[in-house]
């Protein structure tokens, strides 16, 4: 018999497991056959912090939320319509943002007295009817696994271990997804063992047939492809945009790519990604410590390089003195900060905006810096060779603000025509260039751009000072002159000041909108959906968003003006917004929850609403 398929516009599917139950791998699989068919997508991993917590805790409990459409989406979604909770653990962690009448499917075999004991469960959920107000399917994924491989050469572990292949099938025939990618990724990573690879290719098909022949699924679902802009896409999380970011800056450029760093969550995966590009002559240098990082990253800027460094929260305050150096000596570095939950070590596997001050004024002296923010996680590509465009124009460190949403979650990418790329090129000075073309004067600026000539440490006849040590202005000389230090702390202010970033664009659809709702960084996803559910309830309101934070773009104080509230949601206690007040007197209303987690849209809809409709 032929099962029925209902077609639906959008889906919200959750996988949650113990840490070592394969979740994250799950979610990765069945996104990128979401991406191969054509669906719009996005996607909120969520792990546990500690490295490997007690099996069926809830500190173990790791998720992966993908939210996929058939049309444009912004978000990974307010909450999940299905629930695979592979054991008691992930259904307690889950279950209050499961909204009534959605689907469980729930892993029976691990239901056990035991598991249940683990998480405070006094009785089985499955059988209690606690569970009445959604529609649970109790499917015994390990057992059926295991049976679905006694004739395969593996071991029972092994065999166990295979049930999030089983669970991904399963759902792979649910949403009538395609399997042919997920054959040749699981023969790609068992390549080595091939009665592994065997055996969880055979527990996904097995899946697959489970949810075709049992009568608990009696429909499939279809979410057709979704109409996006024509060119070449694939899906990518704001790491690994960022990360080719970098290589297309260093080919725009012309520059070597050299990257300093130490390993921290959530930033390593950009430096494990850069360390596989040799060919395109990107060099990574995994640092003792924080420290020596960044002191490698600017002595290959020092030497001619594109210099980074990638940290998070922690390790920027550990460079915080070499990012001062950067700045005394006027050198292109790139500090990508991918923000996490603080203080101190906090919750380092979630997400937050806490880190603007620092990035703002976290160094001693007047030691001014640009300070960019990407909004998506592809727009972690864009903003990636927007930093280094800064960095090497006006010779200066820049800060570029990712955090834990961005470098995690993932969205389709529209490949770029390497045409279109910016050409970044810099020249290196290689003259003396003093008025009689006998002396070089390393802090001689440029006129426009007030930077001083990079040169390469070598060129003959173009030897100069460098340290940490104020300069002369122009002659580079040591210098404890007190005129002498006010005038360079004023232009190395006045460089950045003057730093061309374009204008705030406002997306106001009738023109006359009361309220404007600000953003930056991984919020214009959340803001953008809630404005959409605004204007759909019939209110106006009008939305912009800043990329560039320091300097901000000419315009914002113009635009802010323009509008009788403004309202800015900040996943921190306002740092923004004390800017902003401070800066154009405008008294911005702040929306602020610190909880590890990217804002909802439907609860920015509300705020939305209230801020319209209070006087």
């Not at 404005?531 to 800043?546: D, I, P, W």
Request: charged residues 20%; proline residues 7%.
């Amino acid at each position: 018999m032929t099962k029925q398929v209902q077609q639906l516009d959008r889906v919200i599917i959750r996988f949650a497991g113990d840490s070592g139950d394969g979740m994250q791998l799950t979610g990765d699989r069945f996104t990128a056959e979401t991406a191969q068919f054509g669906n719009d997508l996005s996607t909120l991993p969520n792990f546990p912090a500690e490295i490997r917590a007690p099996a069926g805790t809830l500190p173990g409990v790791s998720s992966f939320q993908l939210h996929f459409a058939d049309h444009d989406i912004l978000t990974p979604g307010d909450a999940p319509n299905v629930l695979v909770a592979m054991n008691p653990a992930a259904l307690k962690a889950n279950l209050a943002d499961l909204p009534r009448g959605a689907d469980i499917i729930a892993n029976t075999d691990e239901f056990t007295k035991r598991n249940l004991s683990k998480v405070g469960y006094a009785g089985n959920p499955l059988e209690d009817d606690s569970l009445k107000e959604w529609r649970l399917h109790a499917v015994p994924l390990t057992s059926l696994t295991v049976k679905a491989l006694e004739g395969f050469d593996v071991s029972k572990k092994d065999a166990e271990r295979a049930k999030n292949m089983f669970a991904l099938g399963l759902l792979s025939w649910l949403y009538n997804r395609p399997t042919e990618g997920t054959t040749a990724f699981l023969e790609a990573k068992f390549a080595a063992k091939p009665e592994i690879a065997k055996a969880n290719i055979a527990a996904f098909h097995a899946g697959w047939n489970y949810g075709e022949t049992t009568e608990s699924f009696s429909v499939s679902y279809e979410v057709k492809p979704a109409a996006l802009p024509p060119g070449v896409y694939r899906n990518i999380s704001g790491n690994l945009a960022l990360a080719y970011g970098l290589v297309a800056a260093s080919v725009q450029s012309k520059l070597p790519l050299f990257l300093g760093s130490y390993p921290i969550t959530p930033a390593s995966d950009i430096l494990h990604e850069l360390s596989r590009h040799k060919a395109f002559g990107v060099r990574t240098f995994q640092a003792e410590d924080e420290i020596a990082g960044v002191g490698a990253a600017l002595g290959a800027s020092f030497g001619g390089s594109l210099g980074v460094t990638t940290t998070s929260g922690p390790g920027v305050a550990l460079k915080a003195e070499t990012i001062g150096l950067a700045v005394a000596t006027e050198l292109p570095l790139v500090i990508v900060d991918v923000q996490r939950a603080g203080p101190s070590t906090g919750m380092p596997t979630k997400t937050e905006q806490t880190d603007l001050l620092m990035a703002m004024f976290g160094r001693n002296g007047e030691s001014p810096v640009p300070v960019l923010a990407p909004a998506t996680p592809a727009d972690c590509f864009d903003m990636a060779i927007e930093a280094a465009r800064i960095a090497l124009k006006y010779r200066t460190p820049v800060m570029l603000l990712s955090d834990g949403y961005l470098a995690n979650g993932s969205e389709p990418w529209r490949i770029p025509d390497v045409a279109e790329l910016p050409d970044i090129s810099v020249e290196f000075a290689t003259t003396p260039n003093d008025a009689d073309g006998t002396t070089f004067l390393p802090f001689k600026r440029d006129e426009d751009t007030l930077a001083r000539p990079w040169a390469v440490p070598g060129t003959p006849g173009l030897e100069h000072r460098i340290g940490g040590i104020e300069k002369a202005d122009g002659s580079g000389n040591i210098s404890y002159d007190p005129d002498n230090h006010d005038r360079m702390v004023h232009l190395r202010q006045a460089k950045i000041d003057n730093i061309d970033v374009p204008d705030l664009a406002v997306d106001d659809p009738t023109g006359d909108a009361k309220v404007l709702v600000l953003g930056w960084g991984s919020t214009y996803g959340p803001i953008a959906a809630g404005v959409r559910r605004a204007r759909t309830e019939g209110h106006k309101v009008a939305q912009a968003h800043l990329r560039h934070l320091n300097p901000l773009p000419a315009n914002t104080g113009q635009v802010l003006r323009a509008y009788d509230k403004v309202l800015l949601p900040e996943i921190n206690l306002g740092q923004l917004a004390m800017l902003l007040r401070a800066r154009f007197l405008v008294d911005v209303i702040g929306y602020n929850r610190v909880r590890g987690l990217p804002f909802k849209a439907a609860e920015l809809a509300t705020v939305i609403q209230e801020v319209i409709e209070s006087d």
